[in-house]
């Protein structure tokens, strides 16, 4: 069962533009929730995140919106950079137990 | 502290035979996740395991997998018998338990080619 969706395998953008990254999920006892960063060849890495208390958190040019009622959450970069492309997971987790991770998005931010 | 460590990054294993992937978690770390990313898709929980003990083994398929963690050493992710459709990039997580907000760290995961 896919608890965690992210429907758009892929986004381009071009540098210095606005990226933004969209997941959904279903289960609603999820009350955390995290972007995960992965390089080829890489373990992804920790981005950002953000607890069903909030409705947003901003980290540099990196933010998380949440949307509880839609069951909607969000990751905007901006401005976007060469280096910021990669493969983003969005990953939820119910009570502290193991996260459940989206299909992952591509993202190619062109020069 | 050298974050998780997976070992080996890469392993070719004929179909029939078995292959055994080995994950430490970071120093201080007692809690371990694999996950699995056949290719072109995301990243699949199969299991979170603690010191000797399986907490969550809901997403290892029913036959030919089986994971540890044992007092001593690194959890072991074993699949007998392996399958082509086995060949997937298998990742180790671990965290803290008494800081579970934080997210988990990823080791650099090991490709595992079935031929």
């Known amino acids: 069962d896919q608890q965690v969706k992210q429907n758009s395998p892929s986004l381009s953008v071009q540098e210095g533009r606005i990226s933004i990254l969209n997941c959904d999920y279903t289960?609603?006892?999820?009350?955390?929730f995290l972007w995960y960063k992965k390089y080829p060849a890489e373990g992804p890495t920790f981005l950002i995140s953000?607890?069903?208390?909030?409705d947003k958190n901003e980290d540099g040019r990196f933010t998380v919106f949440l949307n509880k009622s839609a069951k909607h959450l969000s990751l905007h970069i901006v401005p976007s950079q060469p280096g910021d492309s990669a493969v983003y997971f969005c990953a939820a987790s119910a009570l502290a137990n193991d996260m459940r991770f989206g299909a992952g998005t591509r993202l190619t931010v062109k020069p | 502290n050298a974050g998780v460590m997976q070992n080996p990054r890469h392993l070719v294993r004929r179909r029939g035979q078995e292959a055994r992937l080995r994950c430490s978690p970071m120093?201080?770390?007692?809690?371990v996740y694999w996950y699995r990313q056949l290719p072109e898709e995301g990243l699949k929980f199969m299991v979170y395991?603690?010191?000797?003990?399986?907490?969550?083994e809901s997403g290892m398929p029913k036959e030919r997998f089986s994971a540890e963690f044992p007092k001593e050493g690194p959890s072991i992710l074993r699949i007998q018998q392996v399958v082509r459709g086995d060949s997937a990039a298998y990742f180790c997580?671990?965290?803290?338990?008494?800081?579970?907000?934080?997210?988990?760290?990823f080791g650099s995961g090991t490709r595992l080619t079935v031929v």
């Open positions: 997580a671990s965290s803290p338990r008494d800081r579970p907000y934080y997210g988990y760290t």
């Open positions: 120093k201080g770390h007692s809690h």
């Open positions: 395991l603690q010191k000797e003990n399986i907490i969550d």
């Open positions: 953000i607890s069903s208390i909030k």
């Open positions: 289960n609603s006892m999820f009350d955390y």
